[in-house]
């Protein structure tokens, strides 16, 4: 069965600082993977994707990802974070185009000045 | 372009009330989702609609929960009778359902319900 974890439910950063949020993924073929941006009261925007081209995918805001199949990893992060990056962020996966997404639990994000 | 359109935005119910959600995908898109999102959790899915087709209604609880999307456009997704676990955001994406690599799902606002 596919699964997605994102480990830490919680991350604080400062502005400017690194940002690293993590997320292992299982599936028992070659996945697409996403990860989600959701920011209070709105629905959820698409940060980036992979789909089996590039292993280091670069996504909006200054985001980008690395996807290490020997891992199975996905971890997302950015160089120097804003404040407005203060937000709710899932990684998702789905073993097929046109199908639902598997979700993780999502990992909230705060950025303090 | 007009993103995907949901309402009620909010809806606070007894339970064992019925409700309704709607929702209006984005002109075209031939794929049409609902997902249920708990607190403190990622969403997950309810039903899958391909047109006016059930792709995936897998995890859709048949005994209180039901969904129809009239004419392969708009959609709407009932509960009756409302338990007290019901209490979510329900989200409702839409994509163009084209063959291909990848197929942008676009999420709308959601509906978040309170079961009292």
């Known amino acids: 069965a596919q699964s997605v974890t994102q480990l830490g439910s919680h991350v604080s950063v400062s502005e400017g600082a690194l940002v690293l949020l993590r997320c292992n993924y299982s599936?028992?073929?070659?996945?697409?993977l996403f990860w989600y941006v959701q920011y209070p009261n709105q629905g959820l925007q698409l940060l980036l994707k992979?789909?089996?081209?590039?292993?280091l995918v670069k996504g909006i805001n200054g985001f980008e990802a690395e996807f290490k199949k020997s891992e199975t990893s996905f971890h997302l992060t950015k160089p120097s974070a804003h404040m407005s990056d203060a937000a709710e962020y899932f990684c998702?996966?789905?073993?097929?185009?046109?199908?639902?997404?598997?979700f993780g639990k999502g990992t909230t994000l705060s950025v303090s000045s | 372009e007009a993103g995907v359109a949901q309402s009620p935005r909010y809806k606070i119910i007894e339970k064992r009330q019925s409700v309704a959600f709607w929702c209006n995908p984005i002109?075209?898109?031939?794929?049409l989702y609902w997902y249920q999102q708990i607190l403190g959790q990622g969403p997950k899915l309810l039903i899958q609609?391909?047109?006016?087709?059930?792709?995936?209604d897998s995890q859709l609880p048949k005994d209180r929960f039901s969904a129809e999307r009239l004419k392969g456009v708009d959609s709407t997704l009932k509960i009756q009778p409302a338990k007290l676990e019901d209490s979510a955001v329900y989200l409702c994406?839409?994509?163009?359902?084209?063959?291909?690599?990848?197929?942008?799902?676009?999420f709308g606002p959601g509906t978040r319900l309170t079961v009292l």
């Open positions: 994406a839409s994509s163009t359902g084209l063959a291909g690599e990848f197929d942008e799902q676009f």
């Open positions: 599936s028992s073929v070659p996945p697409y």
């Open positions: 992979y789909t089996s081209a590039a292993t």
């Open positions: 998702a996966l789905s073993n097929q185009a046109g199908t639902a997404l598997i």
């Open positions: 002109s075209g898109h031939a794929t």
């Open positions: 609609f391909q047109n006016n087709g059930v792709v995936d």
